[in-house]
């Protein structure tokens, strides 16, 4: 509830670095996805990728944004490892959409090869969204 949006843009990112944090932290990271700040929603978003949540990206959410969260929020040789090897197919979906969002080849080679047909679905349909902007504006 910070009135400055960097506060509470640095407060997602926090949350989706940290150690799992929990139902109150889960709590908090979808309210910041609500914000009316853009740089905040995307912090908020990729921060439940990185907690693990296989959340679609929001209407309204401009995907440059949310990548650009991805780049400054996020540990890629991690987020590289989970998708590739995490024994849930939640867990790898997860780290997979955020790696979509930045054309990450690790997303391609999980469209095309996880075992999981829904995460090879639904990364394939980020790995689109990611390359068409003009989506991610819709209501």
């Known amino acids: 509830q910070d009135p400055e949006a960097e506060v509470r843009r640095e407060v997602a990112v ?25 740089p905040v929603r995307a ?14 990206l929001p209407p309204g959410l401009d995907p440059r944004v949310a990548a650009q969260a991805v780049r400054e929020g996020a540990d890629l040789g991690a987020l590289r490892s989970v998708a590739r090897t995490a024994p849930t197919d939640e867990r790898r979906l997860s780290a997979a959409l955020a790696l979509a969002m930045i054309q ?3 997303a391609r080679e999980v469209a095309r090869s996880d075992p999981a047909p829904m995460v090879r679905h639904r990364v394939g349909g980020a790995l689109e969204l990611s390359l068409r902007p003009d989506l991610g504006d819709r209501p």
């Open 43 to 56: 912090a908020a978003h990729v921060a439940r990728l990185l907690q693990g949540q296989a959340v679609p």
């Open 104 to 106: 990450d080849d690790v």
């Open 14 to 38: 926090m949350l989706g670095l940290a150690a799992p944090v929990g139902p109150a932290g889960l709590l908090v990271l979808e309210h910041l996805e609500n914000d009316s700040e853009m």
